[in-house]
């Protein structure tokens, strides 16, 4: 195998890295509704979470990839962006979008 594809491949197993804890955090809602009545999230609220979560660390990866100074001010604002998206689509902190 060429030296230039083992490593493309090795960087990119960070994705499948996402993909994992991302599923292992999606588990907790579902163990959350199999122990309480107070938790009830339906497919498309599993569904809106494995996205953002995957979606934002994915791109999170990405643009820390490229910017190479500033990475940690990269995660902080992915984390802000993150944070503030999850609070909107359940609450609606800032707008009616979750209500």
Partial sequence: MNTGQTDLMRGNAV??????ATGLLLL????AMQL???V?????DFVAMGVLV???ASLGTLVARRVRGHRVL???LFAVAFLYAWAELAVGIFTDLGS
């Fill in 36 to 38: 309480s009545s107070d």
């Fill in 54 to 56: 995957f979606g934002m």
């Fill in 15 to 20: 994705f499948a890295w996402i993909a994992l």
């Fill in 40 to 44: 009830v999230w339906t497919a498309s």
């Fill in 28 to 31: 907790v809602p579902l163990a």
């Fill in 74 to 76: 990269v995660g902080v």
